[in-house]
């Protein structure tokens, strides 16, 4: 799928458009016409068949005599040994530049990134109380308010494609991605959002299928099923290897809820669709790794009665409910039962690596099942920009608060290996028949554009044993 927008106020706009082997677009193995249409905001998708697997290709779009920019593709191979690539999430525009997009679409080694939601956020530059304000650094929203209408989603969505450093992540590679509630908005279910006053803001659904359309025009996507535009979750093979499990665990969810409702084992952070696709799918004969993309962590992040500085880093974080006396009802915590019956499933099966996001840390842990032995293994990546603990609580990124938070944090959890509460960046995930290899590369800030990135820690899982190993050459932080 290859994408580009026609800036233009004409009705419609004829576009050419060449898939190459070369940069210079020399070579051109593919080509065609499509139309910039006023009713798809002028963006412009092409499914692109014919194409070899396994193979690197080049890009371009023109009208007349304006051509756009070269952008890089990689087909998947037909049956690869190996997969790279990258998990991000949480790109917060008015916190912080994306830096970390910038690094990965410099990496040069990378299949595609897969993007686990918050691609933008819907917020307005003036929160309401509860939510972190953004950065004083000249990047505020456009436009300025919540965005609550198809204008308003496509205002600031092209304020994102506007940025170069996500122009660079998507000219360089192939973009895998979920949503999770801020493409639509913040505290999503299926009938609402904590954001939503329909009093106020109009129908819940209005809003909802204006957000849909504009994610689809914006981000170039194969439909799961084109009669239904509100379906996001599905499965993308990687041959014999692997396969991804893509979940939307906001749109079609129960409402959030606190006990004694959040236990009610009828509720569902899936719903029924997709609950049964998914346990379908793992009823399946598999190939070695079955990933599991979740926006949220799966884990479980509660702790009774947590003693500081445990408590206000789960309190901020949003890891525990507001009043400290019970889990996070916006997190798998907070649907118990349905987890449970995941875990199940899990449990007889092997090799599965769950790979979240949207909690603003980074975190290495072992799912386990009721019994206490562990079933899966969780990759968490920390956000792209969004607000992590040191920012919420005004301190550095390494002070000793933050570090004291996260060894408490390892202590309080024996099923976390290991996390960071401070840094952004993303997860490298590379993978082969034998093993699984996760890298959490943090990025030196995002205040301002900088080049540095680190690699903070390594772990790889055998496959056929669901365990954390840490790789020897990385030293282990005090």
Known sequence: MIWTRVTSVAEAVDVSWVVATDHELAEIVAGGAAVASAQDDHTVQVDVGGLEPGREYFYGFAVAAEHSQTGRTRTLAAEPEQVRFATCSC???????????????ER????????????????????????????DIGRPFDPDGECRTLADYRRRYAQYRSDPDVQRL??????????DDHELADGAWAGGADAHDPGEH????????????????????????????????RTVGLGDLAEIHLLDIRSRRDRPALEPRMSDPDRSMLGAEQREWLLSALASPAPGWRLIATPAILSRTWYEEPAEPLATALHRLKLIDEDGEGPDEDQWDGYPAERTALLERFAGLENIVVLSADI??????????????????????????SQNLDEKLGL???????VAAERAFERAFDHVRWC???????????????????????????????????????FEIPLGRPELRWRPELPRQS
């Open 91 to 105: 790109a917060k525009f008015n916190a912080g530049y994306f830096n970390a997009y910038a690094r990965i679409a």
């Open 108 to 135: 040069g080694d990378l299949d595609f990134v897969l993007h686990l939601g918050d691609y933008i956020y819907e917020a307005s530059n003036r929160p309401p109380k509860g939510q972190t304000p953004g950065a």
């Open 170 to 179: 998507h000219a360089a590679l192939p973009v895998i991605a979920t949503i």
């Open 202 to 233: 109009g129908p819940w659904e209005a809003r909802r299928n204006a957000a849909f359309q504009a994610r689809w025009e914006w981000l170039p996507t194969r439909r799961p099923d084109p009669a239904d535009p509100t379906r996001f979750f």
């Open 360 to 385: 603003h840390v980074s975190v290495a842990a072992e799912v386990c099942a009721e019994s206490g032995s562990p079933c899966a293994i969780e990759v968490t990546s920390p956000s792209l920009t």
């Open 396 to 402: 550095t990124a390494r002070a000793e608060e933050i």
């Open 420 to 458: 960071d509460l401070s840094a952004h960046g993303y997860v490298l995930v590379d993978l082969d028949p034998e093993r699984l290899r996760a890298e959490w590369w943090h990025v030196d800030g995002v205040l301002e554009r900088r080049p540095g990135e680190r690699c903070a820690a390594a």
